[in-house]
Each structure stands twice: as structure tokens, then as C-alpha cells.
T-cell receptor, first 113, second 114 residues
Framework: DVKVTQSSRYLVKRTGEKVFLECVQD?????MFWYRQDPGLGLRLIYF???????EKGDIPEGYSVSREKKERFSLILESASTNQTSMYLC????????????FGPGTRLLVL | GENVEQHPSTLSVQEGDSAVIKCTYS??????FPWYKQELGKGPQLIID?????GEKKDQRIAVTLNKTAKHFSLHITETQPEDSAVYFC?????????????FGTGTKLQVIP
């Protein structure tokens, strides 16, 4: 079974802190994604990566950056956390082929005070 | 870009009844339509998908229909059970090189009342 793990289930940070969210997948998937999930807004894509050291902006990249130094690991970085970044963050991975299932991690619920 | 609308946002049904969730999409180039189920405390998981060359697909108690002309697709769950209670997301996707650009709907919270 594909396994996508996220470093934390819950995080509480203060405004202005730098926040790192880590995601690891164990199925050698080329594609990795970071989504943000908010009530009434569904899943919105922040960034994705289709290869090591490659990244592409999604629909809502402002205030975020990412890093992919190894194929299995994709990090989301909040350079200076703000209260409007309080949300559920979901990581996903998939094979590079089009129309391929995305496998999601359990999510990290981030609260920025 | 693609826009996916999903209705209803919440749905309550009695155990054993059917549930229907509807989605519309805007991009006629979209050619793949997955449905994900998200149980409490978990990430979304694919439950069924349909491609644009197919009008209907069934898997036991769940089925998905696609009307390309009208640009809408629906999820049907028959004989609902309490374990069907979850949030369901539709999505529309089109290939772009090696990456599938997926746009998700806003989700439907389904409650099955025993």
C-alpha cells in the first residue's frame, strides 16, 4: 500500500514564525502536491513538484514556498506565518502518468496565533 | 482555469436510502473525473473515477455518471450504510505533460442516519 506521512498532525505556531511541514511518500512517486483544505472551499493547490528540485506554483502560492531535495520528501514552508494561514494542510503524491490517482497523507492541522 | 461546483454541501439520508452528489465543470478539455472520500481524521481516498470516453461506471454500491455535453457528473450511492458517512469531493482533471491538473469541488458532507 502507498503510504504518505506528514510530520505532524497538529501544530500551534505564533504569527511571524517560520513553519516547516514535512511530507514523505514511500512509493517512488514522481509527483508530489501540497493542498490547503478550508471549510466551504474544498482542496486548493498550493504547490506541486514533478521531480527532485522542480516546483510549480498552484492556485494559492502566496506566502508559501516548497523544497524537494529528495524524491520521497516534499516540504512546505511558511516563511512568516500569519493567522490567515490557519488551516488543514494535505500532502499528496502520484505517479507521473496523467489521470493517476493521488494518494493523500492524513493532514496537518495548523493553528497560527 | 477550471471551475468545479459541487452540490449539496451537506446531505443527510436514512440508512438504506440512496444519496446523490452532483458536480459541474467548466473546462471542456477535462477528461478525467475522480471522486474522493474523506473520513474523519484522514486524508481523502479515491473511491471511483470515470474517464471522458465513458458515460457510467459502477462499483458495487457506488456509481458515477458523466454527461460531457452538459459538463456535469454525479456520484450515486445506493443502500447507504453508516460507514458511508464522510466528506466526498469530486474533481476534474486534464493532462498537461506529465502532470494532471486537478481541480476539486468544495465537498459534500454526507451523514447516514442509522
Amino acid at each position: 500500500d502507498v503510504k504518505v506521512t506528514q510530520s505532524s498532525r497538529y501544530l500551534v505556531k505564533r504569527t511571524g514564525e517560520k513553519v516547516f511541514l514535512e511530507c514523505v511518500q514511500d512509493m517512488d512517486h514522481e509527483n508530489m502536491f501540497w493542498y490547503r483544505q478550508d471549510p466551504g472551499l474544498g482542496l486548493r493547490l498550493i504547490y506541486f513538484s514533478y521531480d527532485v528540485k522542480m516546483k510549480e506554483k498552484g492556485d494559492i502560492p502566496e506566502g508559501y514556498s516548497v523544497s524537494r531535495e529528495k524524491k520521497e520528501r516534499f516540504s512546505l514552508i511558511l516563511e512568516s506565518a500569519s493567522t490567515n494561514q490557519t488551516s488543514m494542510y494535505l500532502c499528496a503524491s502520484s505517479l507521473r502518468r496523467v489521470q493517476e490517482t493521488q494518494y493523500f497523507g492524513p493532514g496537518t492541522r495548523l493553528l497560527v496565533l | 482555469g477550471e471551475n468545479v461546483e459541487q452540490h449539496p454541501s451537506t446531505l443527510s439520508v436514512q440508512e438504506g436510502d440512496s444519496a446523490v452528489i452532483k458536480c459541474t465543470y467548466s473546462d471542456s478539455a477535462s477528461n478525467y473525473f475522480p471522486w474522493y472520500k474523506q473520513e474523519l481524521g484522514k486524508g481523502p481516498q479515491l473511491i471511483i473515477d470515470i474517464r471522458s470516453n465513458v458515460g457510467e461506471k459502477k462499483d458495487q454500491r457506488i456509481a458515477v455518471t458523466l454527461n460531457k455535453t452538459a459538463k456535469h457528473f454525479s456520484l450515486h450511492i445506493t443502500e447507504t450504510q453508516p460507514e458511508d458517512s464522510a466528506v466526498y469531493f469530486c474533481a476534474a482533471s486534464r493532462g498537461s505533460g506529465g502532470y494532471q491538473k486537478v481541480t476539486f469541488g468544495t465537498g459534500t458532507k454526507l451523514q447516514v442516519i442509522p
